[in-house]
């Protein structure tokens, strides 16, 4: 079945930097779309970035510039490079095979 299991997510002060990365099994990863989503406390979990099967990446306005979303077919992953991060970049992040399934979520939490 589809796997989807993220990882790299941790603390950080404001300023630093993370990468997550979303290993996919179960599906043939080359020819699917793929997304990051994030979901904070309290908040409706949004779309952050997302990468299609040809590497046309797009972002949400308030990560353009600090997120990058990049892929490796040969490794069957996807990965989110977070730089410059702010305090309200801290949320669950959650790879996903546009649209249907989900991974089980890393927590990325960024301090002042």
């Known amino acids: 079945q589809v796997q989807l299991v993220e990882s790299g997510g941790g603390a950080v002060q404001a300023g630093g930097s993370l990468r997550l990365s979303c290993v996919a099994s179960?599906?043939?990863?080359?020819?699917?779309?793929m997304g990051w989503y994030r979901q904070a406390p309290g908040k409706q979990r949004e779309l952050v970035a997302t990468i299609t099967s040809i590497g046309i990446t797009n972002y949400v306005d308030s990560v353009k510039g600090r997120f990058t979303i990049s892929r490796d077919n040969a490794k069957n992953t996807v990965y989110l490079q977070m730089n410059s991060l702010k305090p309200e970049d801290t949320a669950v992040y959650y790879c996903r095979v546009l649209y249907t399934n989900w991974g089980q979520g890393t927590q990325v939490t960024v301090s002042s």
């Open positions: 179960g599906f043939i990863f080359s020819i699917n779309n």
